[in-house]
Antibody
Framework: QVQLKESGPGLVQPSQTLSLTCTVA????????VHWVRQPPGKGLEWMGV???????RYNSALKSRLSISKDTSKSQVFLKMNSLQTEDTATYYC???????????????WGQGASVTVSS | DIQMTQSPASLSASLGETVTIECRAS??????LAWYQQKPGKSPQLLIY???SLHTGVPSRFSGSGSGTQYSLKINSLQSEDVASYFC?????????FGAGTKLELK
């Protein structure tokens, strides 16, 4: 059964760095890409970035200077780090699997439950 | 970035009714469009990709159509479990972007 689960601190102080972990089960990170998507309270979805099965990454240009995504394949974990957090970064952060449809990227067929992050002093 | 304009922002419909949600892209996205359903307090779930391909396990009352810059999601015979927010997403451009969402409620 495909599962993804985000973990990390619920509260981060302004200007600090957010670190989140996505632990996956039921599939291999060597075969599937994993995305990060966030959703501010009561608002829409924003794609943040992706780590390819090969280990390469691609980021939303609006976040690129602050964002880093990496993974430990042996532990089935994907990591998100974002620095210089501000109150507008308050959101639920999701990791999601790319189903790897032929020729299609950036579609997400399985999502974690989400990690709620509040940026506040 | 490609802008996705979704309408309506909210919608109230009766059980058994047919509902249509629209999404307009700021430029041609060549059917690179997906639809997601997000129930209250839950994660989004993929419904449709490639504008009209039904994701595995999604009920056949959901369908997608469109081309160019105009796309739509249709729900036939609305069920109570369809109460949710619906988001379109363009992935033609790697800077993929989502619509603002449509909140569907029961009348």
């Amino acid at each position: 059964q495909v599962q993804l689960k985000e973990s990390g601190p619920g509260l981060v102080q302004p200007s600090q760095t957010l670190s989140l972990t996505c632990t996956v089960a039921g599939f291999s990170l060597t075969s599937y890409n994993v995305h990060w998507v966030r959703q501010p309270p009561g608002k829409g979805l924003e794609w943040m970035g992706v780590i390819w099965n090969t280990g390469g990454t691609r980021y939303n240009s609006a976040l690129k200077s602050r964002l880093s995504i990496s993974k430990d394949t042996s532990k089935s974990q994907v990591f998100l780090k974002m620095n210089s957090l501000q109150t507008e970064d308050t959101a639920t952060y999701y990791c999601a699997r790319d189903p790897h449809y032929p020729g299609i990227h950036y579609v997400m067929d399985a999502w974690g439950q989400g990690a709620s992050v509040t940026v506040s002093s | 970035d490609i802008q996705m304009t979704q309408s309506p922002a909210s919608l109230s419909a009766s059980l058994g009714e047919t509902v249509t949600i629209e999404c307009r892209a700021s430029e041609d996205i060549y059917n690179g469009l997906a639809w997601y359903q997000q129930k209250p307090g839950k994660s989004p779930q993929l419904l449709i990709y490639n504008a009209n391909s039904l994701h595995t396990g999604v009920p056949s009352r959901f369908s997608g159509s469109g081309s160019g810059t105009q796309y739509s999601l249709k729900i036939n015979s609305l069920q109570s479990e369809d109460v949710a927010s619906y988001f379109c997403q363009q992935y033609y451009d790697y800077q993929n972007t989502f619509g603002a969402g449509t909140k569907l409620e029961l009348k």
